[in-house]
């Protein structure tokens, strides 16, 4: 669903370039696995950013920054694998819409907002919504005599304005009047089964050496506190 180039900020920092791409829905082991290869290990290379994003979905990948946060792809992600193909083109058209598509966490609510939009597929024109509105929906009872000569096209067009909608790629689309609910406010909300960003398990003897160096910290204060005072000479006659 999504495909992500995450890269290495301290080699980016050295002019070396170490990125691979990841592709979400993803996995803890998936993560750890890349981030190893890529050099991001937690002790002298902990931070990342993303330089390129791919998706099926039109005009997903341009909604995301540099900074996206892993865990809420991964949601995101998880979220549209598990849509029906009419809602996702329906997500896609509210995608092109425009609302809720600044970043992971708009677009996380707008996954679980799609009731709060009307979109009627393969509707490309004033005239087709017209038709639409009238043939299907029924907003309109013409008698059959007059539906001939009844501009549907003009109809189309105040409906569209009406309803503050616009025609996308899939379709058109409009909101409705249930209210947008934002179910999801940042990390807080995410659940813990979509939270995969870890870092690689340390070598053994980088194990070693951190928790001696650890040790040697925690000892420190106790060597210097039990050190012995050195004798003052005796001035006295």
Do not use: W
């Not at 070396?16 to 002298?44: C, H, M, N, W, Y």
């Not at 996702?88 to 600044?102: I, K």
């Not at 001696?212 to 005796?234: F, K, L, T, V």
């Amino acid at each position: 669903m999504i495909q992500a180039l995450i890269t290495n900020v301290g080699k980016y920092a050295e002019n070396k370039l170490s990125g691979e791409e990841l592709t979400f829905p993803t996995t803890k082991e998936q993560v750890q696995r890349l981030l190893a290869r890529i050099g991001v290990d937690g002790v002298r290379y902990e931070e990342i950013f993303i330089v390129d994003y791919a998706s099926e979905i039109p005009g997903l990948s341009g909604c995301f920054g540099e900074h996206e946060d892993i865990d809420e792809l991964n949601y995101l992600a998880s979220l549209l694998a598990e849509m029906s193909e009419r809602e996702l083109e329906q997500f896609a058209a509210a995608v092109e819409y425009g609302d809720y598509t600044n970043g992971a966490q708009d677009l996380i609510n707008l996954a679980q907002n799609l009731e709060h939009y009307d979109y009627f597929p393969g509707i490309h024109s004033h005239e087709d919504l017209g038709y639409y509105m009238i043939d299907e929906l029924g907003t309109l009872d013409l008698p059959e005599s007059i539906e001939p000569y009844f501009d549907h096209e003009s109809y189309g067009r105040d409906e569209a304005l009406n309803r503050g909608g616009r025609f996308t790629d899939g379709g058109f689309i409009a909101k409705n009047r249930s209210g947008f609910m934002e179910h999801y406010s940042g990390r807080a909300d995410l659940p813990d089964e979509y939270k995969v960003f870890a870092y690689p398990e340390p070598e053994k003897s980088i194990k070693k050496t951190i928790a001696a160096y650890n040790q040697m910290i925690q000892e420190a204060p106790i060597i210097a506190h039990n050190r012995p005072q050195a004798e003052h000479e005796d001035r006295g006659g």
